[in-house]
Nanobody, 120 residues
Framework: VQLQASGGGLVQAGGSLRLSCAASGLSFDTYTIAWFRQDPGKERDVISCISSTTGTTYYVDSVKGRFTISRDNAKNTVYLQMNSLKPEDTAVYYC??????????????WGQGTLVTVSS
């Protein structure tokens, strides 16, 4: 299983970036995909996710209205469109794929992270 996150970079405040998470080696359409971010010295926190079947989305309050998550199951890829970026969005962004078996056991896979830097 491999998750490849890409799309990070340096952008000015107010700008936009689109992150991609390309998956291989798994039944992509059975996995919920989430984006996490992590500041140095802090915990990795979930900011958005999209479910495997209904495409239901979730956003943490700090990104609601600015970030949009979407998935293309035909391409095994999830996107995170980030608009109106703020300096506080600066972090390493990770994608996570999770599926749950019939016993309730979670299987998690992580991408390598992509750095987003927002300058003021």
């Amino acid at each position: 299983v491999q998750l490849q996150a890409s799309g990070g970079g340096l952008v000015q405040a107010g700008g936009s970036l689109r992150l991609s998470c390309a998956a291989s080696g798994l039944s992509f359409d059975t996995y919920t995909i989430a984006w996490f971010r992590q500041d140095p010295g802090k915990e990795r926190d979930v900011i958005s996710c999209i479910s495997s079947t209904t495409g239901t989305t979730y956003y943490v309050d700090s990104v609601k209205g600015r970030f949009t998550i979407s998935r293309d199951n035909a391409k095994n890829t999830v996107y995170l469109q980030m608009n109106s970026l703020k300096p506080e969005d600066t972090a390493v962004y990770y994608c996570n794929a999770r599926t749950t078996d019939v016993t309730g056991w979670n299987y998690d896979h992580w991408g390598q992270g992509t750095l987003v830097t927002v300058s003021s």
